[in-house]
């Protein structure tokens, strides 16, 4: 599947009349890092950062990026920083189809064909599902196209009743899974869109369990198992997510694969001889 263009990110946005001291202040808090700890990490003093968060020392565009690198401020929020400490943002957002990022694409693109016949997928910010190789096409087999329609998202497609949730036959543990590594994106990015995407999720009823279905054998995997069914066969899939190490862009820092591996030997025969 082509790699589709992302969807406009949330701008980074400055509360009016908020400067960069209280911003800090909440991101270092966030992350539970006293002023001291902060300073020695960052080549600074307690006092200084004293000052910076108070308003009574404006610090440099270089103190900005330091003090948001030590305290993990995601690539958007930087900006937001830069913007009210006074400085010009630093980070582009380049729109995933622009010719600047075509080793990007490319690059993402061959990847997640290498890994066929086992599923893997490329999404944003918000979980939009922007590329997907032939073995996630296979999952979503026989799914109502109000699901599907462009850009289809992935936790919408895991956990509406309508979606694959029926399907998964470890859903409460795969559901509380995937919310709670939401609730942790959440709290890392401050991003209302992912905010109300987690609402809307969450609200969904329970799926009826399909005639017959009965609960998958507790297995000792190394990790949490997505098993699903598929073509009356039960699939096992551990998840793995990788993103861009130093992204100095917002749209490639937003970028995630996600690669769902067989967790046994049953589901790797099965893959192989459908796509081989």
């Given at each position: ?46 006092r200084?950062i004293s ?35 006074g400085?010009?943002p ?8 622009d010719?600047?990022?075509?080793a ?31 073995g ?12 599907l ?20 036959r ?10 709670a ?13 992912l ?10 009823p ?8 009965e609960p ?11 098993q ?14 990788s ?24 589901t ?9």
């Amino acid at each position: 599947m082509t790699l589709l263009p992302s969807a406009p990110g949330t701008p980074a946005v400055v509360p009016a009349g908020q400067g960069v001291g209280p911003l800090l202040r909440a991101w270092r808090e966030r992350r539970r890092v006293s002023q001291l700890e902060l300073a020695l990490r960052a080549g600074s003093s307690a006092r200084h950062i004293s000052f910076v968060e108070t308003g009574r020392s404006r610090p440099s565009e270089e103190m900005v990026l330091k003090l948001a690198e030590h305290l993990d401020v995601p690539v958007r929020e930087r900006n937001a920083l830069l913007l009210a400490a006074g400085y010009a943002p630093r980070y582009p957002e380049t729109p995933l189809d622009d010719p600047a990022l075509d080793a990007v694409r490319e690059g993402v693109e061959r990847l997640i064909q290498g890994y066929e016949p086992y599923p893997a997928l490329v999404v944003d910010a918000t979980y939009n599902v922007l590329a997907a190789n032939r073995g996630v096409t296979m999952l979503l087999e026989g799914l109502p196209e109000s699901l599907l329609a462009l850009p289809p998202n992935a936790m919408r497609l895991t956990l509406h009743p309508r979606g694959l949730a029926p399907r998964i036959r470890n859903f409460p543990e795969w559901r509380g899974h995937l919310l709670a590594q939401m609730e942790r994106q959440i709290a890392l990015h401050r991003s209302a869109a992912l905010r109300e995407l987690y609402e809307e999720v969450t609200a969904y009823p329970a799926p009826a369990a399909a005639p017959g279905a009965e609960p998958a054998e507790p297995v000792p995997y190394f990790a949490l198992p997505m098993q699903i069914e598929h073509q009356g066969r039960i699939l096992s899939f551990v998840s793995s997510i990788s993103t861009f190490n130093t992204p100095m862009d917002v749209t490639v820092a937003e970028l995630a694969i996600e690669t769902l591996l067989p967790a046994d030997p049953a589901t790797v025969k099965y893959l192989h001889s459908l796509l081989p």
